[in-house]
């Protein structure tokens, strides 16, 4: 695992991000990699936030991996800032080997060196191994989360 370099996303990375989003059994319905012209416009967006931090995992100049660290500052909880970990994804060849937990451990220490003091995120209600997987972290499923398709 030496060999693994976790980095800040590039507009490059674009189509190999969207490759990783569309393997996943989820996406498969929900990602469009023959036209990347949203995820451009998208990308840009997140590039302009300084509290958004699109990440990727690369081992021997390959994408293995993603995620999306978003921070929040807020009023609730003592004016506590949060981070939101979102759209993690690893290369189905690279699963089981450690690189998930190691994503995740950057990003909960990244969090923490942007100032967070809680960092969440939130699992498809049917992915019963991967909310094991956040649970061995540490995370708690203590909400229920709600989406409104617009």
Known sequence: MNDLIIRP??????PAIVALLAEDA??????????????HAAFDRLAADPNQHPTVAE???EVVGTLQLSVIPGLSRA????????????????RGNGLG????????????????GLVQLTSDSS??????????????GSH???????
């Not at 989820?26 to 023959?34: F, H, I, L, Q, W």
């Not at 937990?101 to 967070?116: D, K, M, P």
Request: proline share 3%.
């Open 127 to 140: 992915r019963a191994d991967a909310h094991r997987f956040y649970e061995r972290l540490g995370f708690t």
């Open 59 to 61: 081992r021997d100049g």
């Open 79 to 94: 004016g506590t800032t949060r981070t939101i970990i979102e759209a993690v994804r690893i290369k189905e060849s690279e």
């Open 26 to 39: 989820k996406g498969v319905t929900r990602e469009t990699p023959n036209d990347l012209t949203p995820y």
């Open 9 to 14: 996303a590039t507009r490059e990375d674009i």
């Open 101 to 116: 937990t190691q994503l995740i451990q950057w990003a909960i220490e990244e969090s923490g060196r942007l100032g967070a």
């Open 144 to 150: 229920v989360g709600f989406k409104l398709q617009l």
